[in-house]
């Protein structure tokens, strides 16, 4: 996909890809085989008919392929951005499985069509079935809260979306930056479920605000928490609470939600380091560490105590990383941090690492190499080595059973919890995952809660 150059966009925040042109999907469309068996669709968590929906596109009735994408997947243009679509879709395409093939770029056709249809005005509310008189509210409004929000309104429910944060859209607006998935794109998203009747309540931490039951006591027949893994994890090494160093969460947030990156428009304070190391090899971390090529830093490090094989970042972040200028320390973990003698830190004391055997997550466990001890001058880490789970719901909510990480334990053909009439799915119940993942488990809770809506719940 056509995007801007490496040392032109690592200086600022626009969106890298400019995705594909009318002519470019014509003939991406046209690689797809049209399988009889349509192994595609399997690999979807959300269950989009992509054969349908290339088709439509073939002839060159976009708006209709979005609507078809719409029947199933909510947010097809934020999916067609962030969705891992080379281990799930493409993954399946029978056209990347022959010899020397690559899949037809399936995300990058969800994504023409559904820009298509916002830029050239052309959204349609769906059928709204006529009330059911039940009420729903939904805790959180990432990707697995936006998703239950859409079928469920669509079958008629009463639906009501409660946000800790003053903007919806969870993790999609505060962990994911504007380089990789641009804000108007979330808002135009939340935009649509609220022109279907969606209720939208900001800056609402149920919780504390209001508990779950307290939620049941306003009248809200079922409940859906999808409140993610917000709770950033630390290495508790020596040092940690020096100044600059932030987890990802903190770093992210300020950049991407509270903008610091629109600097004076926004007067977020941020610390913009010089010389950066990012902890972490997942997508969160090749998204700080980009974020700091931008904020102005002259070295900004990938520190990762596995190979490049081991990272769980998706190959085309790894690349546009290594493109914008992005320096790779593998097989490398910190000890200790170093204080300027002001409370800042000014060095970060390492060691080299080799692989061993593979650990219970099936990558090779990374060993230290005795006496490899070195040092890395640095004025700003972040630490992006995953999150816990969020334990508001959960401390304020009794009889909610929780596995010894604090997600909730949920029937997985459900996604029903320990408490009657009350669902949760995405990052909460698995740990950190992905948006589609996430997606796929409210479409699974929405099935679930019109049926428990429609048959147990007395009008």
Known sequence: MPGQAPQERNKNFKEVPYGLSEEQALIEAARCLECKKQPCIDGCPVEVDIPAFIDLILQKDYAAAARKIKETNSLPAICGRVCPQEEQCEAKCITGKAKNGTPVAIGYLERFVADYERDNNLVQ?????????????????????????????????????????????????????????????????????????????NSAVIGKTDTIDELFGMGFDAIFVGTGAGLPNFMGIPG???????????????????????????????????????????????????????????NAYIVYRRSEKEMPARIEEIHHAKQEGVQFHLLTTPIKYIDDGEGKVKEMECLRMELGEPD??????????????????????????????????????????????????????TMQTSRKGLYAGGDIVTGGATVILAAGAGKTAARAMHKYLMEEVKK
């Open 125 to 201: 509310l769906p059928k709204i079935a006529p009330s059911t008189g039940r009420k729903v509210a939904i805790v959180g409004s990432g990707p697995a809260g936006l998703t239950v929000a859409g079928d469920l309104v669509k079958l008629g429910h009463d639906v009501t979306i409660f946000e800790a944060l003053h903007k919806p859209g969870g993790v999609l607006v505060y962990g994911i930056p504007e380089f990789r998935l641009p804000k108007n794109i979330v808002q135009a998203e939340c935009d649509f479920m609220a022109q279907m009747g969606v209720k939208f309540v």
């Open 360 to 413: 219970a997550s099936g990558r090779r466990r990374p060993v230290p190499i005795e006496g490899s001890n070195f040092i890395m001058k640095i004025d700003l880490v972040v630490v992006a080595i995953g999150n816990s789970s969020n334990p508001l719901v959960q401390k304020t909510t009794p009889g909610l059973e929780v596995n010894k990480w604090g997600n909730i334990i949920v029937n997985e053909e």
């Open 240 to 298: 940690e609470n020096l100044i600059g160093i932030y987890s990802a969460n903190e770093y992210l947030t300020r950049s991407n939600l509270m903008r610091a990156f629109d600097f004076p428009t926004y007067d977020t304070p941020i610390i913009k380091g010089k010389n950066v190391a990012v902890l972490g090899g997942g997508n969160t971390a090749m998204d700080s560490v980009r974020t700091a090529l931008r904020l102005g830093a002259d």
